[in-house]
């Protein structure tokens, strides 16, 4: 049953959200997935303190210009204390947003050093504090995503997501992982049911989705209210297509054709993107280094390394892709790359992460 604040939302079943990605989902990288059926997207962590400062490139990261209906936004964002977060809300109010977000997951030591992202959790009462600020100065719906603690001497996820509820928040994505775990940790299944069966809120988990498969383990294994994907997206957001498709068995193939539409879509909101931030700029009198296409294009490299992953013979493609300097030749290479994949026969892709990886990528309860 889909809960409140998400039909409020306007989310149907299964609810699968696209995690907010530092460096990824911008504007042209959330509407691919919501075309592919994302339930839901969200702007990467942004600063408090550069929106308050009214961070030129901030407000650029915030760019919403393509819209699928019915796919809400969410921003997120992180900061030092409450009143500075607070503020960030206030500025956020006003933007065209569906929901906000506060960051207390992110690890990196630039943002913990000064007390913001994971580093709050080492503190419920900041954690409520934080929460019980914000609240008071958005109406949007507010949630707010996780670890499990800073390390594994310091678990204390039950506490903060106490925490969260009594601060008034709509929901909770739950990373199981602590801060200090790195990629190689298995995901704590176990904790975020414990979290889910201890909470009023909707909880969403978060970590190692890499399949249907792999969600549908982690919703029957914690009984959450939805998933949040991050990694499996990159290079592949057919993933959230394969979450629509009725009777989907979790590792569907993807051929060389969808696979070749499905990059060229996101090319053509690529142009599109810069283009219009060129014209932007170019409109202020802001100088630049680059001009709109290559711009585009070098953003696009790393999401054509990503698309290039797992396909037969596809080195000499990954070298081409990494130094394309404008996104015609984005197109050239992966359309030539799918002919002759097609061609030689290629029926399809599976996702990176298969089955038989699944016991040992998840730590869970029936497991034992
Ligand atoms: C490139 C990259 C950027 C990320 N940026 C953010 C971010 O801006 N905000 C955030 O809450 N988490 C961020 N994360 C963490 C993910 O949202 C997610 O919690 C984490 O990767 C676990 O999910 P996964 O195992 O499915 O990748 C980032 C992760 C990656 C790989």
Redo the contacts with the bound molecule.
Sequence with gaps: MIADIFKKLGLSDPVVLL??????TDNPFREVCAEMGASMTFV??LSSAALVHQSRRTFDMMRRSFKVEGVPVGV?ITGRNAEEIAEAARIIEEQDFDSLDL?M??PVPKIVKNGGGSAILKDPTRVFEIVKAVRAVTGKPLSV?VRLGWDQTLINVLEVAAAVEDGGADWLTV?GRTRCDD?SEPVRLDLIAEVKSRRKIPIIG????FSLADANLMIRETGVDGVM????SLGNPWIFREFRRKGGDGFYQLTPRDWCDGILRHIELQETEYEEREAQMVGAGIKRRFDGASLGALCMRKHLLWYSKGWPHSKKLRTSVSNVRNLKEAVENISVFSEELEKSGVSGRLPAISEERIEKRFVYNSKS
């Design positions: 995690a907010p990605l530092a460096g990824v990467e962590m997120q960051n997951g992110c995503k990373h990629y978060n970590g190692n989705i994907v991050a990694r499996g």
